[in-house]
């Protein structure tokens, strides 16, 4: 049995393991869908576009026609903290993000805003007695990096390959599917590394002024990209080794300089 359900958890909500929170990342999403939205000209209409501001991210992403999906990233405290609904949270969030909030002046709100809580987590059994999890079934970090559709079609292909040979062998107990678990579970660690220096000052501005020294740039979006899901190479290894250690370097300038260091969204 393959488990493709998605973030529903088809297996981990029967007990077949369990689902457990990231550390950290316990996040909430308000969103909604908004027509005549501003977007790019020419072959850069449909490019997502981010908007960092103190109290999260906004992600806003052109679809087909003139709808576009405007989404805000906060922790979870800062909902459980407010009194009010939703709506107007979500619209006070538009308010304190410059950028966002003058490109949706003469936009329109067509879908009400909805949420997503608590969507970053882990399940315990990738795999077991003649059962496969893959995509967001096995693990949801954040989609700041858009990851997950990659993350579903690698796993689905490794599974896919896991299985022909279990069916070869007439083998289909859970220890023959422990590689599958490691490759997974190592192909998934370098997004989450990312994702959680994502919300760290330091790491941001080095990280949105990217230098092609030592190949770090090509590395980085390697990484992103999925380049490290089945293997990471000498050279990305150690361009991003760099990488890591400039931005712990900028991570002290900061502290030196009495400029904020930790996690945005640490709480």
């Not at 393959?2 to 969103?31: C, M, N, Q, T, Y």
């Not at 969030?93 to 879908?111: N, S, Y």
């Not at 192909?187 to 030592?214: K, N, Q």
Request: net charge positive; proline share 4%; hydrophobic share 45%.
């Amino acid at each position: 049995m393959v488990d493709a359900s998605g973030r529903d958890g088809f297996l981990a909500s029967r007990r077949v393991g369990r689902r457990e929170p990231i550390p950290g990342l316990g996040k909430v999403a308000l969103f909604a869908h908004f027509e005549a939205a501003p977007r790019w000209e020419g072959r850069d209409e449909g490019l997502i576009r981010l908007f960092i501001f103190p109290d999260g991210w906004f992600w806003w992403i052109p679809f087909a026609g003139d709808l576009t999906s405007i989404g805000c990233v906060l922790h979870s405290k800062t909902v459980r903290g407010r009194e009010s609904s939703l709506e107007a949270l979500f619209h006070d969030m538009i308010g304190r993000c410059a950028k966002v909030r003058e490109g949706l002046r003469h936009a329109r709100r067509v879908t009400p805003v909805r949420s997503a809580a608590n969507f970053s987590y882990r399940t315990t059994e990738v795999a077991g007695d003649r059962f496969l999890c893959v995509g967001d079934a096995v693990a949801f970090v954040d989609p700041i990096f858009s990851s997950g559709v990659y993350v579903a079609m690698q796993t689905g292909e490794m599974a896919a390959s896991e299985i022909l040979v279990a069916f070869a062998d007439g083998r289909f107990e859970a220890r023959r599917f422990r590689r599958y678990t490691k490759r997974v579970r190592r192909g998934v660690s370098p997004f989450v590394r990312f994702i959680r220096r994502w919300y760290e000052p330091a790491f941001v501005e080095i990280f949105l002024r990217p230098s092609e020294r030592l190949a770090m740039l090509d590395s980085v979006t390697g990484v992103l990209a999925g380049g490290a899901f089945l293997r990471m190479r000498l050279r990305m290894w150690g361009s991003l080794t760099v990488f890591f250690v400039i931005v712990r370097v900028n991570r002290w300038r900061r502290r030196w300089r009495g400029r904020p260091v930790e996690s945005r969204l640490e709480w």
